[in-house]
């Protein structure tokens, strides 16, 4: 069974910066994509970033420049560069993964979930 564990979140100030990381448990990863999810209270789920197995990167457009994704194929591990936060990046980060993603954005595709970490980011 795939575990995915995701640490790195906390509080910071508008302007800071916090690394996410998520390493896979029980499987190898490196033919998924993988990916960040977020969830801020009252919203719908978005795809903030993610990496396919070919090294491909995709990102929502509000976090592109302030954001780098990166994985450690070697590791099992997805990582998650966060700098220039601001207070609308709050929320609830998942990672998650899949082999049969064609778009990696749409986290609709991914079946396998971590439990998430928290972000706060204050003004």
């Known amino acids: 069974q795939v575990r995915l564990l995701e640490s790195g979140g906390g509080s910071v100030q508008s302007g800071g910066s916090l690394r996410l990381s998520c390493v896979g448990l029980?499987?190898?990863?490196?033919?998924?994509?993988m990916g960040w999810v977020r969830q801020a209270p009252g919203k719908e789920r978005e795809g903030v970033a993610a990496?396919?197995?070919?090294?491909?990167?995709s990102y929502l457009d509000s976090v592109k420049g302030r954001f780098t994704v990166s994985r450690d194929k070697d590791k099992n591990t997805l990582y998650l560069q966060m700098d220039s936060l601001e207070p609308d990046d709050t929320g609830m980060y998942y990672c998650?993964?899949?082999?049969?993603?064609?778009?990696?954005?749409?986290?609709?595709?991914?079946?396998?979930w971590g439990q998430g970490t928290q972000v706060t980011v204050s003004s």
């Open positions: 998650a993964a899949d082999t049969t993603v064609s778009y990696p954005l749409r986290h609709q595709q991914y079946t396998y």
């Open positions: 029980g499987y190898d990863l490196r033919p998924a994509c």
């Open positions: 990496m396919d197995h070919y090294g491909h990167a």
